[in-house]
């Protein structure tokens, strides 16, 4: 009995010491507040420093010692204090290796079709409720969701703002912004292609051992590569609609297929002579390296005379930022009568993109990334804000014709921002 009882504590213990070791030690609030004065550090260093003001980072740091604001609490109040300074180049965001802050993840991922938000992916669980409009979080309109949600990210315009939704988010994003229960449950309200609303109550997921399912239109278009995030660029051409597009995804160079690659291949679909219409699509180009956006610059020198025998038209959004709009601006500087189409950009046109440097917050587990110069050099987007779309240039770049994407026309295999332009060159000749 007692040999048992003895075989027992020492389980009792191994498991106890198991336990122990398996709870996360306590982080110093001096360690956390050492990653905020770094930030500070980097903050009066920046472009930006004429605006910056420490009285938000002191109280933060205030509440740290006074063990008010955990790490976590520590990098939300961070992401709100620097979303206030609208600057797209102004961030902090966590590294893979915080799995505190992100491994657990709302089961859907959102996609903004013109003003409406449709369930684009979603785990086996919700797949049912694929394609549904989403009119509501948490009893909320999707206006509050968008407002309490962008204070945790880095917009410079409407357009941009609207796109909060498009990318993984997770549960603790939606608790902060009262968006989820304490669980991590989400209720949403949603429309089916029939009309019928349904309220549903969703539970969390992990985010890398969930299975995810897209959406599928019921007619599949091959021109939809601007979709499928894993391919950088291409070149699709449709002899009946006499089109050739061009699919920019990012300014960042793919090793297998150079940029170099893409205009010799443009060059070549060309010169088959079946063509009306050149159309460069960035509507999902987050940016990329100053050394690609000026080698892309300098394929366009070298293209500029095949290409100008053509109507020319761009494609822009709320996901276009950063050297995509370094990308447009020589674009127009070498062709003035392009044609722009769809959205305001989510760069702004005056805006603090230059150079940015970034800072690694060991304790924090984030990377802080700031501006280190204003871009002067969108000399062309300025000229045509103030003389062509009369617009402020503290907005983004708008677009010539404004037109949204639609989700009954994706379903259909339709692009909407492509109906649009081949009416609107429907019967012009060439550059006209």
């Known amino acids: 009995m007692k040999k048992n009882l003895l075989i027992i504590l020492s389980l009792l213990s191994v498991l106890a010491l198991a336990s122990c070791k398996n709870q996360k030690e306590p982080i110093p609030p001096e360690e956390l507040c ?55 180049h102004l961030a902090l965001q966590t590294t893979q290796d915080n799995k505190d802050f992100g491994s657990v993840i709302i089961p859907f991922y959102i996609m903004l079709y013109g003003k409406d938000y449709h369930l684009y992916a979603a785990a086996e669980e919700y797949k049912q409720y694929l394609g549904s409009k989403l009119l509501e979080i948490a009893g909320l309109p999707m206006q509050e969701v968008i407002e309490r949600l962008s204070k945790y990210g880095s917009y410079e315009t409407p357009s941009g703002k609207q796109y909060c939704l498009s990318h993984r988010i997770t549960v603790n994003t939606m608790k902060r912004a009262g968006l989820a229960e304490k669980n991590g449950s989400v209720k949403i309200k949603i429309q089916n292609k029939d009309g019928e609303i349904k309220i549903v109550k969703c539970k969390p997921v992990e985010a890398l051992k969930s299975k995810f399912y897209a959406v599928q239109p019921t007619i599949e278009n091959p021109l939809f590569t601007f979709q499928d995030m894993n391919s950088y660029y291409g070149i699709k051409a449709s002899q009946e609609k006499k089109t050739v597009y061009v699919h920019l995804n990012t300014i960042n160079g793919n090793p297998d297929y150079l940029f170099t690659d893409l ?98 917050l060991k304790t924090l ?68």
């Not at 903050?43 to 955990?70: C, I, N, Q, R, T």
Request: hydrophobic residues 40%.
């Open 263 to 360: 205009f010799k291949d443009l060059m070549t679909e060309l010169k088959k002579n079946l063509y009306e219409i050149v159309v460069f699509d960035l509507r999902y180009n987050g940016g990329g390296k100053a050394s690609y956006a000026s080698l892309l610059t300098n394929l366009l020198s070298v293209s500029r005379q095949e290409l100008e025998k053509y109507n020319l038209a761009l494609v822009t959004s709320g996901n276009t930022y950063s050297a995509a709009c370094w990308f447009i601006n020589d674009f127009l500087m070498f062709f003035p009568k392009t044609v722009i189409f769809g959205e305001e950009t989510g760069q702004a046109i005056y805006n603090y993109t230059d150079i940015y440097f970034s800072n690694i």
């Open 34 to 88: 050492l990653d905020i004065q770094k930030i500070q550090m980097d903050m009066e260093y920046s472009a930006l420093k004429e605006f910056y003001d420490p009285e938000p980072f002191e109280v933060l740091k205030s509440d740290v010692l006074a063990g008010k604001a955990d790490k976590i609490e520590c990098i939300y109040r961070l992401k709100e204090i620097i979303s206030s300074y609208h600057v797209f």
């Open 365 to 432: 587990q984030c990377e802080f990334i700031f501006p280190q110069g204003l871009d002067t050099a969108n000399e062309y987007l300025i000229k045509r804000a103030r003389e062509v779309t009369h617009s402020d240039i503290h907005r983004g770049t708008l677009p010539d014709v404004e037109v949204y994407e639609n989700f009954e026309d994706f379903m259909k295999g339709e692009d909407t921002i492509y109906n649009a332009i081949y009416d609107y060159f429907d019967g012009l000749p060439r550059s006209q």
